[in-house]
T-cell receptor, first 111, second 118 residues
Framework: GNSVTQMEGPVTLSEEAFLTINCTYT??????LFWYVQYPGEGLQLLLK?????DKGSNKGFEATYRKETTSFHLEKGSVQVSDSAVYFCALGNRAQKLVFGQGTRLTINP | DTEVTQTPKHLVMGMTNKKSLKCEQHMGHRAMYWYKQKAKKPPELMFVYSYEKLSINESVPSRFSPECPNSSLLNLHLHALQPEDSALYLCASSQDSGQTSTVGNTIYFGEGSWLTVV
């Protein structure tokens, strides 16, 4: 079946540090891959997505590349800000539209 | 404009009450979803409506009753809930349920309704 394994948190970084949150997946077929972000007390916001191998999704300085050979979709940002503190979910979407989520990674950025 | 609007933002209800959560989208999406999210966990799918028909029910207890009056609206009727049902309830929508596409359509979430059952 489909599954997503996400880097366990919590992750704590200083402002302007480089961020990587690892995400690997297991899937049949050719799923779409997503990163969602959840700020404290809010719902989920789509951060970025990629729909096929070698696609790179990017938004707000965050990037992730769909790597079929390593079944990965790692989230990166070159210089994080305090406002990036949130929970990040990697997710896989298949034809049946059942999003499969990773467990979430809580990120805290200190000034 | 990728907006899914949910009301109310917060709801406190007793175990004998009947209440409803409401969701609206004006993106022309034909698939709508209810998810439940407990603290420090990812969202869990409850129901999917595709073209106003219930297409997926993830074995949700009957005390949760979904309704899709039209393609823009989705309700979740709540009756005789238990304290363990307290959670964040998220509505979401997408272009369709993926029946005709080869890849998963993007699912957009609302801000959620925080439900507390006392």
């Amino acid at each position: 079946g489909n599954s997503v394994t996400q880097m366990e948190g919590p992750v704590t970084l200083s402002e302007e540090a480089f961020l990587t949150i690892n995400c690997t997946y297991t899937a049949t077929g050719y799923p779409s891959l997503f990163w969602y972000v959840q700020y404290p007390g809010e719902g989920l916001q789509l951060l970025l997505k990629a729909t096929k191998a070698d696609d790179k999704g990017s938004n707000k300085g965050f990037e992730a590349t769909y790597r079929k050979e390593t079944t990965s979709f790692h989230l990166e940002k070159g210089s994080v800000q305090v406002s990036d503190s949130a929970v990040y979910f990697c997710a896989l979407g298949n034809r049946a539209q059942k999003l499969v989520f990773g467990q979430g990674t809580r990120l805290t950025i200190n000034p | 404009d990728t907006e899914v609007t949910q009301t109310p933002k917060h709801l406190v209800m007793g175990m004998t009450n009947k209440k409803s959560l409401k969701c609206e989208q004006h993106m022309g999406h034909r698939a709508m979803y209810w998810y439940k999210q407990k603290a420090k966990k990812p969202p869990e799918l409850m129901f999917v409506y595709s073209y106003e028909k219930l297409s997926i029910n993830e074995s949700v207890p009957s005390r949760f009753s979904p309704e899709c009056p039209n393609s823009s609206l989705l309700n979740l009727h709540l009756h005789a809930l238990q304290p363990e049902d307290s959670a964040l309830y998220l509505c979401a929508s997408s272009q369709d349920s993926g029946q005709t596409s080869t890849v998963g359509n993007t699912i957009y979430f609302g801000e959620g309704s925080w439900l507390t059952v006392v």
